[in-house]
């Protein structure tokens, strides 16, 4: 069965960040990911972690000046001394958290820009070689135009071309079931041709982004495909919830309820 991963940007924000720990443990969930350990020192994130005895599914790679509207620096070649720090600042808390899947942000440039997709594959190339001595995989992700315009990697078939070509064992696909729903649809048949690249899944009902189960794909067949392909990593659940994270938690709590059963 699935093994879910709550988003911590997203979810619990009733509380401060490092509270929300305890609270993804309280709830059941497993694991936690978030976007960014940054603003904390690894010692205050290891803190909560191991308060919760969760495990630390995935962070994503500083991404610029967020706060701004930059969404990544792998695709910016003016970024690349930028980038390559950010690489370092990465490892100072993968090692220190323990997490074993990194993501890659693309950024904002022209999807046909030559230029963009050789700082991309560059940079992307620097990563994998950089984290693989720690037994990290580094991730890219497509992300559809309606919820971050301009974003560099927007097709998924592209994004598998673009793992292909890297010749990097510890390059993997994230896919992300709402960017699929919104960028292409055709989820399960593109899940069992994609399966062997996948490194991390997230979920989120389509198309408004809120809890799985109130959208228009059917999120319980979606779980029972990744069981039947295999796939053992976790489920990162990046989605809005609609009012208070534990008043959504319902189309959870069937699959909190059967962990250890070996049904």
């Given at each position: 069965m699935p093994r879910f991963a709550a988003n911590l940007t997203l979810l619990f924000t009733e509380r401060p960040f490092l509270d929300r720990f305890a609270a993804a443990a309280e709830a059941g969930f497993e694991a936690v990911e978030f976007l960014f350990p940054y603003d904390f020192t690894p010692d205050e994130v290891g803190g909560a972690l191991s308060a919760s005895g969760l495990t630390l599914a995935l962070f994503n790679l500083p991404p610029g000046d967020w706060a701004a509207g930059e969404r990544g620096l792998a695709a910016l070649p003016e970024r690349s001394a930028e980038?390559?720090?950010?690489?370092?600042?990465?490892?100072?808390?993968?090692?220190?958290?323990?997490?074993?899947?990194?993501?890659?942000?693309?950024?904002?440039?022209?999807?046909?820009?030559?230029?963009?997709?050789?700082?991309?594959?560059?940079?992307?190339?620097?990563?994998?070689?950089?984290?693989?001595?720690?037994?990290?995989?580094?991730?890219?992700?497509?992300?559809?135009?309606?919820?971050?315009?301009?974003?560099?990697?927007?097709?998924?078939?592209?994004?598998?071309e673009i793992v292909a070509h890297s010749g990097r064992p510890n390059v993997r696909l994230q896919y992300d079931v709402y960017h699929r729903q919104i960028l292409h649809g055709d989820v399960l048949t593109s899940l069992e041709r994609l399966a062997p690249l996948i490194g991390h899944v997230q979920i989120a009902s389509a198309p408004a982004r809120a809890e799985p189960g109130t959208g228009e794909l059917d999120d319980a067949r979606i779980f029972a495909a990744l069981d039947r392909l295999g796939y053992d990593g976790f489920v990162g659940c990046e989605y809005r919830p609609a009012g208070r994270t534990e008043d959504g938690l319902g189309w959870f709590a069937p699959w909190r309820d059967r962990r250890g059963d070996p049904r």
């Open positions: 980038f390559d720090a950010g690489l370092q600042r990465a490892a100072i808390y993968a090692e220190a958290l323990g997490v074993r899947r990194l993501h890659m942000m693309a950024g904002l440039a022209p999807a046909d820009d030559p230029a963009a997709l050789r700082a991309y594959e560059d940079a992307l190339a620097r990563a994998a070689d950089t984290f693989g001595p720690l037994g990290v995989d580094i991730l890219i992700e497509p992300i559809n135009g309606r919820d971050m315009p301009g974003y560099f990697l927007n097709d998924f078939d592209r994004a598998a």
